[in-house]
């Protein structure tokens, strides 16, 4: 018989050994995760961490890795699946973004992500909903959270709450001025967040297109996107929205970005040209990307980022 397994004497001074109930709750939620997609008749998927060409986007700078980078966000070849034929497919991987470090942040984090063919970003907020409560009554068997003394009910439904609505309840300037003054992300980021914090999960929806370069435009209002972040307790949890399949439409909208990038100064890509060969293919779909370290930390009722996983960069 093997010797009963005893921890080394020094590992309470190490930070992994304070932290094993987040860690060991971070192994209960992935496994809720999995579960709910797995019952749901989603099938789990494997892409690539390493790609030439990842989507240009204004703010999101990729980290070089020889002669391609690591990924952003597994989008686009999940996307590539979908034009192959899959319906519903979901992936938790390592992402990867340069000079992202922070309370919030890593440069290298985990995310959950997930798309579904024929449905829209409507279907989204609800099964978004679902996926939330069911991986807390799996954790805790309750149906709210509790964060800083105050119970977060997730029993449906949650508040959908329009961008345009946002800024007239919280800012001090409309949508449209923030835009023309450039000021839309410091107003979204100081005004409205914070806001966000109340005894419900809120959805946030209806973006400025042009604020969302993989998105669809709302057929009633194509200066709208048809996407949302879901905020819990002030924290945001999740991006997501309707996708774009016009592909001519969609080249137009990454060289904007490139464009975008080299005035700012930022490093350029290459053109996603696989992805972009793929789009006619893709069916109307819609996709998500969740922050699984954030969804520990709202389960941990953790406050920094560094609560939840088990090595940050610092620690080497």
Same mark, same amino acid.
């Given at each position: 018989m093997p010797?009963?397994?005893?921890?080394? %004497?020094? #590992?309470?001074?190490?930070?992994?050994?304070?932290?094993?109930?987040?860690?060991?709750?971070?192994?209960?939620?992935?496994?809720?995760?999995?579960?709910?997609?797995?019952?749901?008749?989603?099938?789990?998927?494997?892409?690539?961490?390493?790609?030439?060409?990842p989507a240009p986007e204004l703010h999101i700078d990729? &980290?070089?890795?020889?002669?391609?980078?690591?990924?952003? #966000?597994?989008?686009?070849?999940? %996307?590539?699946l979908l034009a192959s034929g899959y319906e519903r497919i979901f992936q938790i991987c390592k992402c990867f973004r340069r000079d992202e470090r922070g309370g919030r942040h890593l440069p290298e984090f985990t995310m959950l992500e997930w798309y579904?063919?024929?449905?829209?970003?409507?279907?989204?907020?609800?099964?978004?909903? #679902?996926l939330i409560r069911s991986v807390c009554r799996q954790v805790h068997g309750v149906d709210y959270l509790v964060r800083r003394g105050r119970r977060i009910s997730l029993l449906p439904s949650w508040p959908r709450l329009t961008v345009e609505e946002a800024f007239r309840r919280y800012a001090e300037t409309d949508m449209a001025a923030a835009l023309t003054d450039e000021r839309?992300?410091?107003? &979204?980021?100081?005004? &409205?967040?914070?806001?966000?914090a109340g005894?419900?999960?809120?959805?946030?929806?209806?973006?400025?297109?042009? %604020?969302?370069?993989?998105?669809?435009p709302r057929a009633d209002r194509p200066d709208l996107a048809e996407r949302f972040e879901l905020y819990i307790d002030g924290l945001e949890i999740c991006n997501a929205f309707s996708?774009?399949?016009?592909?001519?439409?969609?080249?137009?909208?990454?060289?904007?970005?490139?464009?975008?990038? %080299?005035?700012?100064?930022?490093?350029g890509y290459p053109v996603p040209?696989?992805?972009? #060969?793929?789009?006619?293919?893709?069916?109307?779909?819609?996709?998500?990307?969740?922050?699984?370290?954030?969804?520990?930390?709202?389960?941990?009722?953790?406050?920094? &980022?560094?609560?939840?996983?088990?090595?940050v960069p610092e620690e080497g």
């Amino acid at each position: 018989m093997p010797p009963a397994f005893a921890p080394p %004497k020094a #590992s309470a001074v190490f930070r992994q050994g304070q932290i094993r109930a987040n860690l060991e709750l971070r192994g209960r939620v992935i496994h809720a995760v999995r579960r709910f997609f797995t019952e749901a008749n989603f099938l789990e998927v494997d892409t690539p961490v390493r790609t030439p060409a990842p989507a240009p986007e204004l703010h999101i700078d990729a &980290i070089a890795s020889e002669d391609g980078f690591l990924h952003t #966000s597994p989008e686009l070849y999940m %996307k590539r699946l979908l034009a192959s034929g899959y319906e519903r497919i979901f992936q938790i991987c390592k992402c990867f973004r340069r000079d992202e470090r922070g309370g919030r942040h890593l440069p290298e984090f985990t995310m959950l992500e997930w798309y579904v063919a024929g449905a829209d970003y409507r279907y989204l907020m609800d099964q978004t909903e #679902s996926l939330i409560r069911s991986v807390c009554r799996q954790v805790h068997g309750v149906d709210y959270l509790v964060r800083r003394g105050r119970r977060i009910s997730l029993l449906p439904s949650w508040p959908r709450l329009t961008v345009e609505e946002a800024f007239r309840r919280y800012a001090e300037t409309d949508m449209a001025a923030a835009l023309t003054d450039e000021r839309f992300d410091e107003a &979204i980021a100081f005004a &409205i967040e914070p806001r966000l914090a109340g005894e419900t999960p809120v959805f946030l929806c209806d973006y400025p297109a042009g %604020k969302t370069p993989l998105a669809r435009p709302r057929a009633d209002r194509p200066d709208l996107a048809e996407r949302f972040e879901l905020y819990i307790d002030g924290l945001e949890i999740c991006n997501a929205f309707s996708e774009l399949t016009d592909a001519a439409e969609q080249r137009r909208r990454f060289d904007a970005e490139l464009a975008a990038r %080299k005035a700012l100064g930022r490093p350029g890509y290459p053109v996603p040209e696989a992805f972009l #060969s793929a789009l006619p293919a893709m069916p109307e779909s819609a996709g998500c990307a969740l922050g699984l370290d954030r969804l520990v930390m709202l389960f941990a009722g953790a406050e920094r &980022i560094d609560e939840v996983v088990a090595f940050v960069p610092e620690e080497g």
